[in-house]
């Protein structure tokens, strides 16, 4: 069944084709060029030709090789890329080794950041200034951690269902310069507004929560999210969010949101290559989220008397040598995904997780980890165990044997689905059967 979503708007994208930005580089032989948004013509593995999908299901899985390979559910560990992004990315990589230092090759690999900045601010409700190019979700979330001036006694407020990605960072500040970790409770139902309100303090200096959590799937509701972070603005408390786990997964607006900083990752639900991210930055507060790591391409203006100024966007975030060809493909995979619709995607999801819901609530030997209310969910999809099932032992049993790639989570008998839009209904009823089995 097709989902109720509208597809977006027609891609904004300007500028001159592949072949026309390469035309005119001395001694360099074009590649084939893989339209972007191409979707295999051919016919799916018969595993999946057998089921009753969309068209447009059908041919996006043919592109992505782990999604027909076998029952992918780790999405929210390591998402697979599909086909066209990773040709994309070896084209680049091979043009740019041809002649790195070329002044033409140079020319378009120097478009490829810039580019990318503009094509997330304008998919996820930021400013192309506000962009900076990561490698990761914990490198955002690390710059916006030695962001401040802590002192002995300032305190931080996170969930407990955080990554280590967002308990890590804080661990240290507390053991090197004494700050104190407040952690409030984002169960599923729980208040997010009113558990941070009771922890504020004077001596807050910063909250830093998962836009959606990896251990039980909740997803912060935007207009909670907006109000949380009027009442912290007003206090002169810096709010971050750890968005790993959210563009691609759940709709994903950085403005609307209201946080004033927002780390995410391209090798998730975006599909994109490993090894790069993005961090968004408020505007207003470029110049209050303190740089703690700089380097060349930091700085707009230098000299060696001891003078310089920092760059005005969050791309003074970044510096040093950067994998282009990788960032080049993070962007590609943003437009395969644009290309199917992210509004039909994010729709697919919201349709599998009501099956799996559904099947839990129908399987006496299982319960629901995950937010009941709809507006609470997401993709990840937690079941809870019977007792005496152990997670880990699970999840060895089903990737070894029945080729189910799923994981543990936090909870002592919570085991994750990373539902995204290639997976079907029939291999989460599979997968969730093979759970009972096991566990019996």
């Not at 782990?66 to 990589?93: C, K, M, N, W």
């Not at 230092?101 to 930021?126: H, S, Y």
């Not at 955080?162 to 984002?186: K, Q, T």
């Amino acid at each position: 069944m097709e989902p109720k979503h509208n597809a977006p708007a027609a891609r904004r994208t300007g500028g001159l084709s592949r072949r026309q930005l390469l035309a005119g580089v001395p001694g360099l032989a074009l590649l084939p060029v893989v339209p972007v948004g191409r979707l295999a013509a051919g016919e799916p593995r018969a595993a999946a030709a057998a089921q009753d999908l969309p068209d447009w299901v059908r041919r996006a899985r043919a592109e992505v090789p782990a999604a027909t390979a076998s029952p992918y559910f780790q999405t929210g560990g390591i998402g697979p890329s599909p086909t066209p992004v990773i040709e994309h990315l070896a084209d680049r990589l091979t043009f740019q080794n041809r002649s790195p230092a070329a002044t033409r090759v140079a020319e378009v690999m120097g478009r490829v950041e810039p580019d990318l900045r503009a094509q997330l601010g304008r998919v996820f409700g930021a400013g192309e200034d506000e962009v900076a190019l990561t490698h990761s979700t914990s490198e955002g979330i690390s710059i916006v951690a030695w962001s401040l001036d802590w002192r002995t006694g300032d305190e931080v407020v996170i969930s407990n269902t955080e990554h280590p990605a967002n308990v890590i960072p804080w661990y240290v500040l507390r053991d090197r310069l004494g700050i104190v970790i407040r952690e409030i409770d984002l169960s599923p139902g729980t208040d997010l507004v009113g558990e941070v309100e009771r922890q504020l303090s004077e001596k807050t200096r910063m909250v830093s929560l998962s836009h959606v959590s990896r251990n039980n799937g909740r997803t912060l509701r935007t207009g909670d999210s907006a109000r949380l972070a009027e009442l912290l603005r007003a206090r002169g408390v810096r709010y971050h969010l750890d968005g790993a786990q959210g563009p691609g997964c759940v709709p994903t607006d950085f403005a609307a949101l209201g946080c004033d900083c927002y780390s995410t990752c391209g090798h998730k639900w975006l599909l994109g290559p490993k090894g790069t991210g993005a961090l968004f930055v408020r505007r207003a507060l470029l110049d209050e989220v303190q740089l703690s790591w700089a380097g060349a391409h930091s700085h707009e203006t230098m000299d060696y008397e001891g003078n310089y100024t920092l760059l005005p966007s969050a791309a003074r975030y970044e510096f040093g040598t950067r994998a282009l060809a990788d960032f080049f493909g993070f962007g590609q995979a943003v437009r395969w995904m644009e290309d199917i619709g992210l509004g039909r995607i994010l729709g697919r999801i919201e349709d599998l997780v009501d099956h799996g819901i559904e099947t839990i609530r129908e399987t006496p030997e299982l319960s629901l980890a995950s937010p009941e209310d709809p507006a609470d969910r997401s993709g990840i999809l937690v079941v809870r165990l019977p007792d005496g099932c152990d997670p880990m032992a699970l999840y060895r049993d089903l990737g070894r044997e029945e080729g189910i790639l799923a994981s543990p989570v936090r909870g002592e008998r919570d085991f994750r689905l990373s539902v995204h839009f290639f997976n079907t209904r029939e291999e989460i009823s599979s997968a969730l059967d093979a759970i009972v089995s096991r566990c019996a």
